[in-house]
């Protein structure tokens, strides 16, 4: 499953990370990372974006971005 299918008020843990070059290193500077646990807090009214909690703080990313990672449920 990937975080674009993650809902609201779930938790996941990052399995993998998909996507290559600069798309794959800018999702890992974002602190999305293997191994990291990610709450889904909203997801916008029109879908786009997902915003989460990981690591003490929010981010908000692109629904296309999301589909590049890989979860499971914690």
Not at 38 to 45: G, S
């Amino acid at each position: 499953m990937t975080l674009k299918d993650a809902k609201v008020g779930e938790t996941v843990r990052v399995t993998k990370l998909n996507g290559e070059g600069a798309i794959k290193r800018r999702i890992m500077d974002m602190g999305i990372t293997k191994q990291t646990t990610v709450y889904v807090r909203k997801v916008a009214p029109l879908g786009d974006p997902i915003e989460l909690t990981i690591r003490g703080y929010e981010l908000s990313i692109r629904k296309a971005d999301a589909d590049l990672i890989e979860v499971e449920y914690v």
